[in-house]
């Protein structure tokens, strides 16, 4: 978690107008805390940044207790000095969202592109909201959710019938057009993905492993999520203690 912390604050350190791709879910909550105290502490500010998230929920208006839009202002946007008008998420109640989709493409492009994106793991390899067998050439648009999905969002909403059934996400197109990716996934629920991410063939029925495409992608793992990788003596000689090769 602090390696995903310290590469996120050596790029807002490094370009403080930065461009940044943000993700929303479990994984990410003790990153963007990290973040928030490193922010109340004085040594990151967030104060020129400017963000796109990756998606939002079709249907769901950014106040709505489960959308993307309110998950990132409780955990990063509010408590930090981020501006709220340089933070940007599709917006999920828009009267056409294939429209929406299309206009938050847009933006991205409009503002020179990403700099850093910040991306989560699917267990069944998602990244974004591109489930699997959604295309490698993507930009942004709507993709229907699969069942593990909405059963793993479950947790976020009162009943069954309110967890979103579509959602408006990036592409893999506009994931991999980002100038440097960070990948954190934590647990063993998110090893056969990862393995499959790393180590798998590229293939669209594992939208991550797109990412074997992308010059500057760093995956972080912890234990769990590393713990079905085959190649793992390999990356330990290579990453000791997760640190940079000497190369890098
Ligand atoms: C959310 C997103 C998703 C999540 C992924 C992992 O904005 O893009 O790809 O990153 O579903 O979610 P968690 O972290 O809840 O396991």
Known sequence: MSRAADILTAAVKAKSAI???????????????????RNRAGSLSLARATTFNLDEYVG??????????RFMAEVLFDPTDMRASHAHLPHGDALDPKVEAQAFQARIDAAGGIDL????????????????TSSLGS?????????????????YFEIEADVP?????????????????????????KAAAASAMIEGPLSAVCPAS????????????????????QLSDHF??????????VFS
């Open 60 to 69: 769901l208006a950014p106040d709505h207790p489960g959308s993307c839009h």
């Open 236 to 245: 330990q000689h290579v990453h000791p203690e997760g640190q940079d090769s």
């Open 117 to 132: 994106q910040l991306l989560g793991l699917g267990q069944n390899g998602h990244i974004g909201f591109n489930e699997p």
């Open 165 to 189: 059934r579509y959602a408006i996400t990036m592409g893999i197109a506009t994931i991999l057009e980002a100038r440097a990716i960070v990948l954190l996934a934590t647990g063993s629920a």
């Open 210 to 229: 797109a990412l074997q495409l992308h010059p500057r992608a760093t995956v972080v793992l912890d234990a769990g999520a590393a713990s079905a990788l």
């Open 139 to 155: 930009r942004t648009r709507i993709k229907t959710l699969t069942v593990s999905t909405r059963c793993a969002n479950r947790q």
């Open 19 to 37: 461009t940044l791709g943000l993700a929303t879910g479990g994984t990410m909550v003790p990153l963007y805390a990290e973040l928030v105290a």
